[in-house]
């Protein structure tokens, strides 16, 4: 893109030629699907499914007649496996790779299509001669490693639902989950490995179980790490075990368009992070075509999302997406910096990655390091790169499309969230990028950007993030929560999503996100809500009142400051560093070393709205010099 110009103090990056040339959608393809989708988008997305196997097809395209329970392709049976595997094996695909695997000690494994299918067919048959099936909860609490993208895929083709809990969750979240789900199974690792140390996950889950949590009948645990970790003889049960046996050969369960494939917990702004449930067919009908279209995936492609498959990203663009469109994906287990700066610019070279697709907070992270690491190697196999869960600023953008992309490759800033599936507001490689903007909504999705009514704003000003249209991989609901569902996302009425995002459109009709309206943090692009942490801070018995806001970070985007009144007794005490340490120490305990607390300062008092609830607004706006926008601001 060397093709470059500045309008109005923004810098425009025009696609290259052969960008063009090669893309699989080129501009007027792109505008003439825009428009076919604008006019008619229950045509668009049933031509998207029209591209994947199906055991019988639907009766109708959406049925809206429970909305905002939207429900797409009713009537439809399918699995999402046979799309994502079982269909590879009578291709080409068959002998491909489908994926690359590395440890971060720097072992490796790779596993063609037909590899994959063996394993996952070996254990789908195992937890069904568990008593696992159709519509049971398996909790998945794994590092990032094969086995679990076999569990992941296992399980959706017997019908079972997973839920991952990421590994950097502590005991109390992982029990929480589990009795939440009333999960049959859980399947574990004893440990992995991350940045050079080896974390024991195994000794978790046994704290996770202990006493009356009646639920869980079986625990499957992974050897990765070569632990010697106590097993109980009635529940325990060890992977290779396991599957040895087990034939290589399973059918895959036929499911109806909306059966559960997954839960998956994020946060809200008030109590418990809640089960948000994804099914089959629309999952897997948005997924086929973002890969396609906004990856612009070829056969010679090698796709490297760096997201953990415990999140969302990991789900959709390590998992899923790439499997359903034939591509070979690449999973590693530890850290960008272990154990250099170049960790990940050697994976890039060595496996000659074609696709990045990472995040704001690791470019940040490397970018503090200098060119010199991205100079060691050889990166000109990469065409595409990609960024999700938070704002690219500026700098950050030219950094990564100029150093990493050695500015050949387009670089899309993709918008979406654990509850739309699959990406939903992104530049494609051939459009005219501006660095911070996520560009437009994909064909098939509207956005709107309103006031607290719903009423549209003109170009320029910022206002709430709503989809004003259903799309195949929204979200089915939450997970015992039906009512808590319509009030969450649908507060404006039923054609509008409401996204929980500030955005505005510029003059050329970009998005650019401003940020959460809110009161959710993102820590290293995860979310965790200011509510969860102020939680984590109560049971401790020095803490009277606390409020948690996010704060900004050079490397984590966010992290959250507490601002607490202590408990008479603490309140005398004279090493406040201790108690700093002590309170720190709990938070980290009771969530897990995701919900990093930078600081604490101790208050007398706290401010509250009318109604009696801690102003966090208020403290926020004190704490960066900023004044408040009473406009945009959610009424409590
Ligand atoms: O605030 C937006 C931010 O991440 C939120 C969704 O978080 P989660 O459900 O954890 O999913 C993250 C990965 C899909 C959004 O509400 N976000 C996501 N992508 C971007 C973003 N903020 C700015 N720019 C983005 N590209």
């Given at each position: 893109m060397k093709d470059t110009e500045v309008i109005a103090?923004?810098?425009?990056?025009?696609?290259?030629?052969?960008?063009?040339?090669e893309a699989n959608v080129n501009p007027q393809e792109f505008a003439t699907a825009q428009s076919a989708a604008a006019a008619d988008y229950l045509a668009y997305w049933e031509d998207a499914a029209h591209e994947l196997e199906w055991f019988r097809k639907w009766d109708q395209v959406l049925d809206a007649s429970q909305a905002p329970a939207y429900r797409w392709f009713p009537g439809a049976q399918c699995n999402i496996v046979h799309n994502a595997l079982d269909r590879h094996i009578a291709t080409a695909n068959k002998n491909k790779l489908a994926l690359i695997w590395e440890g971060e000690a720097g072992d490796s494994k790779k596993f063609t299509y037909y590899e994959l299918y063996r394993e996952v067919n070996r254990l789908a048959n195992a937890m069904r001669s568990l008593g696992i099936g159709k519509g049971d909860r398996v909790v998945l609490y794994l590092p990032l490693i094969p086995q679990t993208m076999i569990a992941m895929l296992a399980c959706a083709k017997i019908g079972a639902i997973h839920c991952t809990v990421f590994a950097g969750f502590s005991a109390k979240i992982l029990r929480r989950r589990i009795t939440e789900l009333r999960a049959k199974l859980v399947i574990t690792a004893d440990g992995f490995y991350r940045n050079g140390h080896l974390i024991s996950l195994k000794t978790i889950v046994d704290e996770a179980l202990m006493g009356d949590c009646d639920c869980v009948e079986t625990v499957v645990v992974v050897n990765r790490a070569n632990l010697d970790v106590d097993m109980s003889e009635a529940r325990d049960m060890c992977y290779d075990a396991l599957v040895r046996q087990e034939h290589s050969e399973a059918a895959t369960e036929i499911v109806s368009a909306d059966d559960p494939l997954f839960i998956l917990h994020t946060s809200g702004t008030t109590g418990e992070p809640k089960g948000v449930i994804h099914g089959h067919a629309g999952y897997m009908v948005c997924l086929h075509r973002s890969l396609d279209w906004i990856f612009d995936i070829k056969p010679t492609d090698i796709f490297w999302c760096t997201g953990d498959a415990a999140w969302i990203t990991g789900h959709s663009y390590v998992v899923y997406g790439p499997l359903i469109a034939g591509t070979t994906t690449v999973m590693y287990e530890g850290?960008?910096?272990?154990?250099?700066?170049?960790?990940?610019?050697?994976?890039?070279?060595?496996?000659?990655?074609?696709?990045?697709?990472?995040?704001?907070?690791?470019?940040?992270?490397?970018?503090?390091?200098?060119?010199?690491?991205?100079?060691m190697h050889d990166l000109s196999t990469l065409r595409l790169l990609g960024s999700v869960g938070e704002s690219l600023s500026r700098d950050v953008w030219l950094w990564f499309y100029k150093n990493i992309g050695h500015s050949q490759c387009p670089l899309l800033d993709t918008w979406w969230q654990t509850e739309t599936g699959t990406c939903m507001i992104t530049p494609f490689?051939?459009?005219?990028?501006?660095?911070?903007?996520?560009?437009?909504?994909?064909?098939?999705?509207?956005?709107?950007?309103?006031?607290?009514?719903?009423?549209?704003?003109?170009?320029?000003?910022?206002?709430?993030?709503?989809?004003?249209?259903?799309?195949?991989?929204?979200?089915?609901?939450?997970?015992?929560?039906?009512?808590?569902?319509?009030?969450?996302?649908?507060?404006?009425?039923?054609?509008?999503?409401?996204?929980?995002?500030?955005?505005?459109?510029?003059?050329?009709?970009?998005?650019?996100?401003?940020?959460?309206?809110d009161d959710i943090m993102n820590i290293a692009g995860h979310r965790i809500a200011n509510q969860e942490v102020e939680n984590a801070f109560l049971t401790h018995k020095a803490v009277a009142e606390v409020a948690v806001i996010g704060v900004a970070d050079k490397i984590k985007g966010e992290v959250a400051k507490a601002f607490v009144i202590l408990q008479p007794d603490f309140a005398v005490l004279d090493d406040?560093?201790?108690?700093?340490?002590?309170?720190?120490?709990?938070?980290?305990?009771?969530?897990?070393?995701?919900?990093?607390?930078?600081?604490?300062?101790?208050?007398?008092?706290?401010?509250?709205?009318?109604?009696?609830?801690?102003?966090?607004?208020?403290?926020?706006?004190?704490?960066?010099g900023t004044d408040i926008d009473i406009s945009l601001i959610t009424e409590d």
């Amino acid at each position: 893109m060397k093709d470059t110009e500045v309008i109005a103090e923004e810098l425009v990056f025009r696609p290259l030629p052969h960008v063009v040339i090669e893309a699989n959608v080129n501009p007027q393809e792109f505008a003439t699907a825009q428009s076919a989708a604008a006019a008619d988008y229950l045509a668009y997305w049933e031509d998207a499914a029209h591209e994947l196997e199906w055991f019988r097809k639907w009766d109708q395209v959406l049925d809206a007649s429970q909305a905002p329970a939207y429900r797409w392709f009713p009537g439809a049976q399918c699995n999402i496996v046979h799309n994502a595997l079982d269909r590879h094996i009578a291709t080409a695909n068959k002998n491909k790779l489908a994926l690359i695997w590395e440890g971060e000690a720097g072992d490796s494994k790779k596993f063609t299509y037909y590899e994959l299918y063996r394993e996952v067919n070996r254990l789908a048959n195992a937890m069904r001669s568990l008593g696992i099936g159709k519509g049971d909860r398996v909790v998945l609490y794994l590092p990032l490693i094969p086995q679990t993208m076999i569990a992941m895929l296992a399980c959706a083709k017997i019908g079972a639902i997973h839920c991952t809990v990421f590994a950097g969750f502590s005991a109390k979240i992982l029990r929480r989950r589990i009795t939440e789900l009333r999960a049959k199974l859980v399947i574990t690792a004893d440990g992995f490995y991350r940045n050079g140390h080896l974390i024991s996950l195994k000794t978790i889950v046994d704290e996770a179980l202990m006493g009356d949590c009646d639920c869980v009948e079986t625990v499957v645990v992974v050897n990765r790490a070569n632990l010697d970790v106590d097993m109980s003889e009635a529940r325990d049960m060890c992977y290779d075990a396991l599957v040895r046996q087990e034939h290589s050969e399973a059918a895959t369960e036929i499911v109806s368009a909306d059966d559960p494939l997954f839960i998956l917990h994020t946060s809200g702004t008030t109590g418990e992070p809640k089960g948000v449930i994804h099914g089959h067919a629309g999952y897997m009908v948005c997924l086929h075509r973002s890969l396609d279209w906004i990856f612009d995936i070829k056969p010679t492609d090698i796709f490297w999302c760096t997201g953990d498959a415990a999140w969302i990203t990991g789900h959709s663009y390590v998992v899923y997406g790439p499997l359903i469109a034939g591509t070979t994906t690449v999973m590693y287990e530890g850290h960008p910096l272990y154990p250099q700066a170049d960790r990940m610019w050697d994976i890039v070279a060595r496996y000659g990655i074609t696709i990045l697709y990472t995040v704001p907070t690791v470019i940040r992270m490397l970018m503090r390091y200098g060119t010199q690491y991205p100079r060691m190697h050889d990166l000109s196999t990469l065409r595409l790169l990609g960024s999700v869960g938070e704002s690219l600023s500026r700098d950050v953008w030219l950094w990564f499309y100029k150093n990493i992309g050695h500015s050949q490759c387009p670089l899309l800033d993709t918008w979406w969230q654990t509850e739309t599936g699959t990406c939903m507001i992104t530049p494609f490689p051939v459009s005219v990028l501006k660095p911070g903007a996520v560009h437009r909504p994909m064909p098939g999705v509207s956005i709107a950007l309103t006031d607290s009514q719903g009423k549209s704003l003109p170009a320029g000003e910022a206002g709430h993030l709503v989809i004003t249209r259903p799309w195949p991989s929204m979200l089915l609901g939450l997970y015992g929560k039906e009512e808590l569902y319509q009030h969450t996302y649908w507060p404006l009425g039923i054609d509008m999503y409401w996204a929980g995002d500030i955005a505005r459109r510029d003059e050329d009709g970009l998005v650019w996100i401003h940020g959460r309206s809110d009161d959710i943090m993102n820590i290293a692009g995860h979310r965790i809500a200011n509510q969860e942490v102020e939680n984590a801070f109560l049971t401790h018995k020095a803490v009277a009142e606390v409020a948690v806001i996010g704060v900004a970070d050079k490397i984590k985007g966010e992290v959250a400051k507490a601002f607490v009144i202590l408990q008479p007794d603490f309140a005398v005490l004279d090493d406040r560093n201790e108690v700093i340490r002590m309170l720190k120490n709990h938070v980290r305990k009771e969530l897990g070393p995701v919900a990093v607390v930078r600081s604490i300062e101790f208050v007398n008092t706290l401010p509250k709205t009318r109604s009696g609830k801690i102003a966090r607004r208020v403290l926020k706006a004190s704490e960066t010099g900023t004044d408040i926008d009473i406009s945009l601001i959610t009424e409590d």
